[in-house]
């Protein structure tokens, strides 16, 4: 299929891997945020500044709330390396990737 919209944005972060895996699991709408622009990612609430225990648990499978109406599904899991989440064909996709430095 022929997407209508793709990006990619990266940060770079000088943290191994597993530092920084608690902070990319935790992440979505109304639970960690994006650690992004919250009025537009996570409805104006401020992204999390420390680590939320109840969000540490991340299962292929699972899904991760985007909006209000949006979700995406954990399809691959490496923990502390990285994770995919997608819906269905042609669906949103999201990878959050760990590389050692």
């Given amino acids: ?20 895996w608690p902070w990319i699991v935790q992440m979505g709408y109304k639970r960690a945020g994006f ?5 537009l990612d996570n ?12 969000y540490q648990q991340l299962e292929i ?3 991760l709330p985007l909006s209000e109406h949006a979700f995406v599904r954990v399809t691959g899991l490496e923990p502390r390396a990285c994770f995919r ?4 064909p042609g669906a949103r996709q999201f990878d959050a990737v760990g590389v050692p430095g």
Avoid at 43 to 54: K, N, T
């Fill in 35 to 39: 650690y992004s622009y919250d009025r």
């Fill in 1 to 20: 299929s022929d997407p209508t919209f793709n990006a990619t944005r990266a940060v770079t972060v000088n943290a191994s891997p597993a530092e920084i």
């Fill in 85 to 88: 989440e997608g819906h269905g």
């Fill in 43 to 54: 409805d104006g609430v401020p992204s999390a500044d420390h680590l939320i225990p109840e």
């Fill in 61 to 63: 499978g699972d899904s």
